[in-house]
């Protein structure tokens, strides 16, 4: 179901100069044509009641009141501060650049846990709708897609989407892009004993051999090489390989 996102504005057209409405309205049309949603929010920046309108689509809430303020309650402790600091970095960016409406889309996928024991995985995205006269952000247009059925992740990952800005724009972009690969890069944490199975994985040999090897169960490397793939959030032990080297 594609939400008309549009009718948001019916809400508080009137905080809006007339002269902006059309144009607002048909940027929002054009970015509705690709976009699947399951909660929408509207938040007034420069306004105490930041959230001037909210509905919930298709998200499933369970007993919790749906709005923004549940999805960020409902997050995975482990990753609160990554997102906390990259959205002060994006706070940052829309002060300081006078990036015009529209012009970048910020996206971030990470865990939920709306309902107790069900972990989910939703994209975030936020668009600029509306800046004042020096062009800081009035307006900012947040979505959220539930997408644990078709691509479900256990880190914090971030896409930034944007055509051709002006140069200073693109400096303060680039370095928005730094500072964010920086926060999420994940540091992950290995025992001593599966970084000796690590080690052995890497040597072609089998969870028998690394078993006889170092003188414990199949079982037991089963186990810590399922743990091991879940850390790095990957399918196969080719992948974890290649993940490790990376890392």
Do not use: W
Not at 88 to 98: F, H, M, P, R, V
Not at 152 to 176: A, G, T
């Amino acid at each position: 179901m594609i939400y008309p996102l549009h009718e948001v504005f019916s809400k508080f057209q009137n905080t809006i100069k007339s002269s902006d409405l059309d144009g607002i309205k048909k940027s929002i049309k054009n970015f509705m044509k690709f976009e699947k949603v399951d909660f929408v929010s509207v938040v007034a920046a420069q306004k105490k009641e930041m959230f001037v309108y909210e509905n919930n689509i298709n998200l499933n809430f369970g007993a919790k009141t749906p709005s923004s303020i549940s999805i960020s309650e409902s997050l995975l402790p482990c990753q609160v501060a990554s997102i906390s600091q990259v959205d002060d970095k994006l706070t940052e960016l829309l002060l300081n650049s006078k990036i015009k409406p529209f012009d970048l889309q910020f996206v971030l996928v990470f865990n939920a846990e709306l309902i107790k024991g069900d972990v989910r995985t939703l994209v975030r995205k936020i668009s600029l709708v509306k800046s004042d006269e020096q062009g800081i952000p009035e307006y900012v247009l947040v979505t959220f897609l539930d997408v644990t059925n078709t691509s479900k992740s256990s880190q914090v990952k971030s896409d930034l989407r944007y055509e051709k800005l002006p140069k200073d724009q693109q400096v303060k972009v680039n370095q928005f892009e730094k500072d964010v690969e920086s926060i999420l890069k994940e540091k992950v944490l290995l025992t001593k004993r599966e970084k000796e199975i690590l080690k052995v994985i890497s040597q072609g040999k089998t969870s028998e051999e690394i078993a006889k090897a170092l003188n414990i169960s199949k079982a037991t490397v089963d186990t810590h090489r399922q743990n091991m793939l879940r850390k790095y959030d990957v399918s196969n032990v080719l992948e974890l390989l290649q993940k490790c080297v990376l890392d």
